[in-house]
């Protein structure tokens, strides 16, 4: 049986107090753009994965890019925009990442957390494996049954020996965060009640011959002194603050779009038209993405949109093709109050990787195979 977390207490947030620090007026916010090239040096860069697994330093000065095809950690200078080293690691040995990378993290210091399978481990800048979780896989083992899953997880920098994931059991269902203390050798968890509407947009295609699965897309992204958690299907946050020991929540009311998809939807289907009718139903919806934190001005920022597809045609299968999308942008407080919510009219594509640098929006953009960033400014009247 896993083990509760003791001591913990979970708020519904329905109102929080402004923070009054802040003078800006976003009622009128306007919006900029410009691009910018990061000089490769003549190195072909790893954006096949449209920098999956990259990290922004806790400066934003340097983007690290991990070459999952040449095992390869790319140093980008954010500064100069320029790249100023690509490194070599190992996949096996004393030094191995292992396989199956999925995500990385700066730690500081010239250090980097390196997720990957049968366990993450933290190394320097050189590919030298300063640490390991090798307990980790035995302690999921030993806290979640056979039906459930600890996916996404995340560590804090500050709290090396805690890793964070969202517990579920497939397809999606039963939801929860949960918390592994390498030291004391646990796993907590508390309920994320929230999260079980995604049930119903989990669906399963299968026919006998091709099996598929369309699913919600979650976040566990762990920002400054808190741990958010979220989803694609709603404006809703939670998030968790390792000092009080307490999972916040809170949802908002847009004024621009839905707060959440809508509808009930099958979760298995056999026919291909019906899956793409029930795709562009869903996507054609408002998606949330995860919120990302400016520490200049402490604000945090969040990208929503809305996709919008080619027209249907006999030949189309199971997935339309996608047009665009309109792109939103939300603002919040430090305490996550809603301030202000605009449409983005600039943007017609889904923002990708992103990021706070010099109060600007980094969105990554791929240009004929070169990396580049285009760069959200947001005025204030």
Known sequence: MKNLLLLISVFCLLSCGTNTEKNEDFSQMTFSLDTVMVDSKGEI???KWDLTNASISADAKKLYNFNSET?????????????????????????????????????GNERIYMGAWPSPSI?????????????????KEKYLSAEEYFMYEVIDPKKEK?????????????????????????????????????????ITYD??????????????KVIGDKVFISSDISNELYWFDPNLDSLFYKSYQSRLTKNEKSGKHPNLVSDPKQFNALYRSIYGEPSFLAPVFDPMTELYYR???????????????????????KVYLSVYDSSLNLLAEKEVPKMNKIPGFHFVKDGKIWIFENIDDDLAFVRLNIDTQ
């Open 45 to 47: 860069l790893f954006l």
């Open 71 to 107: 095992f390869a950690l790319e140093i980008i200078n954010l500064e100069s925009l320029q790249l100023e080293a690509i490194n070599k690691f190992e996949k096996e040995g004393p030094n191995g990442i292992g396989n199956s990378i999925h995500g990385m993290i700066d730690l």
């Open 162 to 202: 805690t890793v964070y994931g969202l517990v579920n059991e497939f397809p999606g269902k039963n939801f929860q965060l949960g918390i592994i203390d390498l030291e004391s050798d646990s796993l907590n968890t508390i309920p994320l009640n929230a999260f079980e509407k995604m049930t119903g947009f989990t």
């Open 303 to 325: 990208f929503s949109y809305e996709s919008t597809f080619e027209p249907e045609t006999a030949e189309e299968d199971m997935y339309p093709k996608l047009k665009g999308a």
């Open 123 to 139: 190394f320097d800048l050189d590919g030298r494996k300063i640490g390991g979780y090798e307990n980790l896989a035995s302690i």
């Open 207 to 220: 026919d006998g011959q091709m099996y598929d699965l369309m699913g919600p897309r979650s976040f566990l």
